[in-house]
């Protein structure tokens, strides 16, 4: 590695890319994810559609039920 580098005539984020997006990873149970593996053998839409399916349907109890005011 060198003592000194010349950054003089650098472009401070010339390689930048926003991230439209941040995708996390979950992490499930061993059972739960068991049991949507078989959901996804017998139904033709794929895991991430059928856990945010499940997911839009628990949050809209929550909402029905007042949860989070």
Do not use: F, S
């Given at each position: 590695m060198?003592?000194?580098y010349d950054f003089s005539g650098a472009e401070r984020g010339k390689f930048y890319r926003p991230v439209d997006q941040l995708k996390i990873?979950?992490?499930l149970d061993p059972q739960v994810s068991k049991d949507l593996d078989q959901l996804v053998g017998n139904d033709k839409r794929d895991l991430t559609t059928i856990v945010n399916d499940l997911l839009?349907?628990?949050?809209?109890?929550?909402?029905?039920?007042?949860a989070g005011k």
């Open positions: 060198k003592d000194h990873p979950i992490y839009r349907k628990d949050i809209e109890l929550l909402h029905a039920m007042g």
